[in-house]
C-alpha cells in the first residue's frame, strides 16, 4: 500500500487529526456542550479512502452518519506557532467525511471511553481532490455540503465554526509536532445523518474547489 497523497506525491500521508464539536449547532444536535478549547481525536491512516472508493458498513454498526469536514493539510514542520503564523503551514485543502458509528460512539461516550472504534473503522476517512492552498482562498468563508442519493443533507459554511483554521492550528502545535502530511479534519455543520448500504454520497466544498464522491457498501 503507498502511502503517497495522490495530489502531492512528493507527500505521504502523516497522522490525521480530527477535531469533534467545531460548530455550535452541530454541538447542539448531538446534545453536547459547545467546548471553550477544540476537541480532539485521531483516526489511523488505513481508514482513507479516495474518490470512487467505498464506504463499508462494519457488522459493529448499525448507524453509520456522514460528517462533511474542510481538511487541512499540512506542508510544514511546526511546533509551537501563533495563528499568525498558522496560514504558513497550509499545503493544500480539500473535502473529507468523517465518518462515524453513532452508536458505538454513543456507548463510548456513557462509558467515557476514547472514540477510536466509532472514527476510526477501514474507510472511515473519505477524502476528496486537495486544492494548493493560496491567500486568494479565503478558509473563513467556504461553503460545505453533502448529499445522499441526491437529495442535501448537510449546507454549512466554514465562518460558522468555533474554532477557526489558525486556531486549530495553532492549538494543535502547542501539543503535537505537526509535520508534512499530516492533515485535520476541521469538523461538520449540523444535519449529520444515517447512510445506508448502496448510497452515493456526494461532498463539495468552495465553489468547486474539491469535491469528493463515494459510495456506500
Ligand atoms: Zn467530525
Redesign the pocket.
Known amino acids: 500500500m503507498t502511502h503517497h497523497i495522490p495530489d502531492f506525491p512528493e507527500l505521504q500521508f502523516g497522522s490525521i487529526y480530527?477535531?469533534?464539536r467545531?460548530y455550535a449547532k452541530?454541538a447542539k444536535e448531538l446534545k453536547n456542550e459547545v467546548p471553550s478549547e477544540p476537541v480532539v481525536f485521531l483516526k489511523p491512516r488505513s481508514s482513507l479512502i479516495f474518490n470512487g472508493d467505498s464506504i463499508k458498513i462494519p457488522n459493529s454498526s448499525k448507524n453509520v452518519h456522514h460528517?462533511v469536514?474542510m481538511v487541512i493539510l499540512i506542508g510544514k514542520t511546526v511546533k509551537n506557532i501563533s495563528e499568525q503564523e498558522a496560514l504558513e503551514s497550509i499545503k493544500a485543502v480539500g473535502v473529507g467525511l468523517?465518518m462515524?458509528a453513532r452508536d458505538i460512539q454513543s456507548q463510548a461516550k456513557l462509558k467515557g471511553l476514547p472514540w477510536t472504534l466509532a472514527?476510526g473503522l477501514n474507510t472511515f476517512a473519505p477524502l476528496g481532490n486537495l486544492i494548493e492552498y493560496h491567500p486568494g482562498i479565503d478558509l473563513t468563508d467556504l461553503n460545505i455540503t453533502v448529499s445522499v442519493n441526491g437529495e442535501v443533507r448537510q449546507t454549512g459554511n466554514t465562518s460558522d465554526m468555533l474554532f477557526p483554521v489558525v486556531r486549530l492550528i495553532s492549538y494543535l502545535s502547542q501539543h503535537f509536532t505537526l509535520t508534512p502530511g499530516d492533515m485535520i479534519?476541521t469538523?461538520?455543520p449540523e444535519g449529520?445523518s444515517k447512510v445506508e448500504k448502496g448510497d452515493l454520497i456526494k461532498a463539495s466544498l468552495g465553489e468547486g474547489l474539491s469535491s469528493l464522491q463515494v459510495h456506500v457498501s
Open positions: 480530527c477535531i469533534g467545531n452541530h460528517e469536514e468523517d462515524t472514527k479534519y469538523g461538520t449529520v
